[in-house]
């Protein structure tokens, strides 16, 4: 049993746990962490137990997942789902839970993704190539968000992966489509981008509320 502790929290790997077949056994077993975002990636498994951050990740995050499940549901196109969705795809040996992912209805019929069914408690992982994945930097994510995944969401055949860093003072806000040479930016026009998944462009803003907390809004046309 391998014991990871970071943060002051204990994490224990199991010592069967050496490739992604046997992590996703440890994912579907009782003894998997219930704190903690634990993924596999690059044949290593990865352990982020640090505080979210309630303005520069935790709302934006929030306003994507709200814009997207609307337009979702509006236009029935598919299923947008919110942190905490396991996703896995065993050609980039990748294994994790990004910040939000999106599915349309034509991908599962086409089987390019499939529900996996945990030990007792319903679907409890996607396997496959999702067509929209959103990672929100935050100081412990930053080599993982814009290297690590981004090299195995392309290699996972992941048509969008929107990536939102909004620490500094620079709001930065990317939407990198997938070519057959890797991600590209998608068309800009001004600071309004162009998502081809979901047929229109999208904004991204921060202001102040009342309170003179941040306030992000994702705006679409």
Excluded: C
């Excluded at 990865?46 to 609307?70: C, P």
Aim: charged fraction near 25%; proline fraction near 4%; hydrophobic fraction near 40%.
């Amino acid at each position: 049993m391998h014991t990871l502790i970071i943060d002051e929290a204990r994490v224990h790997v199991p010592n069967h746990v050496v490739d992604q077949a046997s992590f996703r056994n440890w994912l579907n077993s009782p003894d998997f962490p219930e704190q903690g975002r634990v993924s596999f990636l690059n044949g290593e498994v990865r352990v982020d137990m640090s505080k979210e951050q309630l303005f520069s990740h935790n709302q934006v995050k929030n306003e994507v997942a709200f814009v997207l499940t609307g337009i979702a549901k509006r236009t029935e196109l598919g299923t947008y789902f919110p942190d905490g969705a396991f996703l896995t795809n065993v050609d980039a040996d990748l294994s994790g839970q990004p910040d939000g992912l999106f599915i349309a209805d034509a991908t599962f019929t086409d089987g390019r993704i499939k529900l996996v069914e945990g030990a007792r408690e319903g679907f409890v992982e996607l396997e496959g190539s999702p067509d929209m994945v959103l990672e929100v930097v935050s100081d412990s994510s930053v080599e993982k968000d814009t290297l690590l995944l981004r090299d195995a969401y392309w290699q996972a055949g992941v048509r969008e992966y929107w990536l939102i860093d909004a620490r500094g003072d620079e709001l930065s806000f990317e939407i990198l489509k997938y070519t057959p040479d890797g991600y590209q930016e998608a068309a800009k026009s001004l600071d309004w981008l162009r998502s081809e998944t979901f047929g229109a462009e999208f904004k991204l803003t921060r202001s102040t509320n009342k309170l003179g907390q941040p306030k992000f809004v994702l705006e679409v046309r």
